[in-house]
């Protein structure tokens, strides 16, 4: 499956955002999908996941409360609002897919990234 983020961009602290993330194939909705973050010379970060069926959802610490991730399964499309932003959610967002029934699935099991989108929170 091929995935297309988008909707990142510069927003002041405390601002909002959403994210969308595009997928090429009609079994998208057999995937479970997250987004992750990654900020230069660190390690990717899971920020949330959500379960195949769009039932069950799963958030970093960090972002619980402020962020929210859907998806449509008939518009192959996955979503993460993001509210109350602050300048350490600053990174590169990325959108995952895995052929997993888990909720949140074990890292290696996200075999399909997306190119990521640039979200930059200024104070």
């Known amino acids: 499956v091929q995935l297309q983020a988008s909707g990142g961009g510069l927003v002041q602290a405390g601002g909002s955002l959403r994210l969308s993330c595009a997928a090429s194939?009609?079994?998208?909705?057999?995937?479970?999908m997250a987004w992750f973050r990654q900020v230069p010379g660190k390690e990717r970060e899971f920020v949330a996941a959500i379960s195949w069926s769009g039932g069950s959802t799963h958030y970093a610490d960090s972002v619980r409360d402020r962020f929210a991730i859907s998806r449509d399964n008939a518009k192959n499309m996955l979503y993460l609002q993001m509210n109350n932003l602050k300048p350490e959610d600053t990174a590169v967002y990325f959108c995952?897919?895995?052929?997993?029934?888990?909720?949140?699935?074990?890292?290696?099991?996200?075999?399909?990234w997306g190119q990521g989108t640039q979200v930059t929170v200024s104070s």
């Open positions: 995952a897919a895995a052929a997993s029934t888990l909720t949140l699935a074990p890292l290696r099991e996200y075999k399909y």
């Open positions: 194939e009609r079994t998208f909705s057999s995937y479970g």
